[in-house]
């Protein structure tokens, strides 16, 4: 007879063993001859369902040409990137990856709502729907309060919050963040890092965050170092987050 127990290490073994990206032997060389810039070199590695990564390193390390080749913006001078969860109705690429950036990039004529609305609008929601849809991730986030704000009335913590809903309410199987703290004080930069685990565990999404921040890397069980374009350090931990 199968076990309560056992059925739960079973899925937990599946959602570990399930992976949503994955970089064989990715370079990404900038221009040619001899002023060509190696960003990235010869890097591979695997982004289960459950992960947690912190992605560290000194600028210019190739943190943020990672995630941009993992996102599907860029795509590398040799090697490949695979989403062998994602692929869904385009098998070309990523269908299911949100990514965050330093600054909030919030569009100014468009109030909270409709900005975290905006991505779903463009997959073609109904307006209505997209709308709903907004509201219920700003109160997941904790901002259902500012929704019909504008965002120069926004405090930068606030906008930032913004900006990770706009990711989240498109529930991503992925959320990729680029030093989405670097602006903030300490305490608002740990309150946006507790909503970003908080919110992946509640959609169930594999999470790396680029940081210089040791104490916002310190809450990620998952580490990965970069140098000099490689992957220098990587741990994994193979159980989905409680």
């Known amino acids: 007879m199968t076990t309560r127990a056992g059925n739960r290490a079973a899925a937990q073994h599946s959602a570990a063993a399930a992976v949503v990206v994955q970089c064989t032997d990715v370079s990404r060389t900038f221009g040619a001859g001899p002023t060509a810039v190696h960003a990235m070199r010869e890097v591979s590695c695997r982004v289960p369902q459950w992960a947690r990564i912190a992605l560290t390193g000194p600028s210019g390390s ?3 040409t990672l995630l941009h080749l993992i996102a599907g913006l860029d795509t590398p001078t040799a090697g490949s990137v695979q989403w062998p969860a994602l ?14 950036f330093q600054g909030p990039s919030l569009l ?6 409709e900005n ?4 779903l609008l463009f997959a073609e929601k109904p307006h209505q729907e997209a709308m709903h849809h907004a509201r219920a ?7 259902g309060d500012l929704a019909a704000k504008l965002p120069d009335e926004l405090a930068g913590g606030q906008a930032q919050r913004v900006a990770i809903a706009r990711v989240l309410a498109a529930r991503p199987a992925v959320i990729l963040a680029d030093e989405p703290t670097g602006q903030l004080d300490h305490p608002t930069a ?10 992946a565990v509640s959609i169930g999404a594999a999470v790396i965050i680029a940081t210089h921040d040791p104490a916002i890397a310190a809450r990620l069980p998952d580490q990965w ?11 994994h931990t193979d159980c989905p987050p409680t």
């Open 62 to 64: 190739g943190k943020s």
């Open 87 to 100: 692929e869904g109705p385009h098998p070309g690429g990523p269908t299911g990856i949100g990514m965050a």
């Open 108 to 113: 100014p004529s468009l109030d909270v709502t």
């Open 116 to 119: 975290v609305a905006l991505p």
């Open 137 to 143: 991730t700003l109160d997941l986030v904790e901002i």
């Open 190 to 199: 740990d309150r946006v890092i507790t909503i970003v685990l908080d919110a």
């Open 225 to 235: 170092v970069m140098r000099d374009g490689q992957l220098h350090a990587r741990t």
